[in-house]
């Protein structure tokens, strides 16, 4: 029940399942079906294997602390904890509690995480290692939580995670670009217009097959707090464009919302962005993924970001380069400024040329960005820690023969 996260209210409806398949273990005992049964042996449950876990965290000889805060359906600030121990000679993370904060300053989050480690009788002294999203809460240089921290433990040691490093670099590159930022409230309008109205999805989704369009993706909203979750709505965007300007023309005559989501999808800008965001996005979603592996080789990091770095300089310097902006830039100059069909708004020389420096501009702050995230000290950094700790770089003859005498 708790690991396919069903309610307590199924209980009684399983036993009785089992009893009629004739569990031999149900049938000749008692049952316990009492909600306040459940939760006992829930408690009892949790109680073994919480014992069983601190064993594990009481013979680790250091730990590490991870923390992202968030919140929950009613709005309650939340502090997600893990902790990262070694067992047999491996990492291994533990949850350690979601614990309700009522502020998200450093001085309430460094409290809770101590108040945690007290309930769970850890040392704070094995605590070597802090990891979290980079926000300046946390990573402040002044009175952040990790400096809070080192306060106590002198050798401990904040980590910012990589994945999100590249999310950040996404989300930096937009601040100052307006067009990017105006875009993202669009696919948002988007999705909202027609998430909301099942009959107009539905109308949505009857055009594509009128269109003879296959490969129809369902409309996506960005996440707020991750960038990168933009590219999903981009690529439903692109799939949908002709259906969607069909739909909202129809629906623009008397629906004032419908009328201002069509003047924006139908500019050059919006359109021409859709297909650099279509090119762009994935070159920093595969960097992305890279992070996110459970087992990330050290020695990939420094070549992975600097190709990054390079396969955004190749678009920067030939213009619409991308596949799908090759594309799409064909297309509306063969058929004089119209797209799939449907003439562009604001598609002047001039308009043009002011998107080309718009796309210059965001490509040059995502580089920046990058380098800002990723300076070359840390690449450094981490080749060299893949020469100590990469057991398949290490000498192939008989180590002892390196031993001291």
Known sequence: MAKNEMPDSVF??????????????????????????????????????????????EASPLISVIVDETVNITIDKKLIMFLRIIKNGKPKNIFAGNITITAGNAETVTAAIFSQLEKMNIDTAKVIGLGSDGASVMTGQHNGVGVRMQRVNPFLTQIHCAAHRVALASSDATKGIEPVANYRRTVNSIYSYFEYSASRYERLRELNRALDNADFLSLKQPCSVRWLSL?????AIE????????????????????DGILRQIKQFSFVA??????????V???????FQRENVNLSVVKPVVSATIASLAELRRNGMSGVKEQQFELEFRQTDRHFRGHRLTYASDVNVN?????????????????????PDQDLHIL???DRVLNVHKYPAENLNDYAMA
């Not at 569990?23 to 294997?49: G, N, R």
């Not at 590219?231 to 690529?235: E, F, G, Q």
């Not at 920093?284 to 890279?290: A, E, G, S, T």
């Not at 002011?354 to 990723?374: K, M, P, Q, T, W």
Request: charged share 20%; aromatic share 6%; with cysteine.
């Open 284 to 290: 920093m979603d595969r960097l992305n993924l890279v």
């Open 12 to 57: 009684s409806s399983l036993i009785e399942l089992n009893q009629q398949n004739e569990c031999k273990a149900l049938c000749d005992v008692p049952t316990y079906k009492h909600h306040s049964s459940i939760e006992e042996m829930q408690q009892a449950i949790a109680q073994v294997i919480n014992e069983d876990l601190y064993e594990e965290i």
């Open 383 to 385: 080749s060299c820690l």
């Open 239 to 258: 799939c949908n464009w002709p259906a969607l300007i069909m739909e909202l023309d129809e629906d623009a005559r008397n629906n004032p919302t419908a």
């Open 273 to 282: 962005l859709t297909h650099t965001l279509s090119n762009v996005l994935p």
């Open 354 to 374: 002011a998107y080309n420096g718009v796309r210059r501009g965001f490509i040059d702050h995502l580089i920046a960005s990058l380098h800002e995230r990723f």
């Open 231 to 235: 590219l999903r709505a981009v690529k």
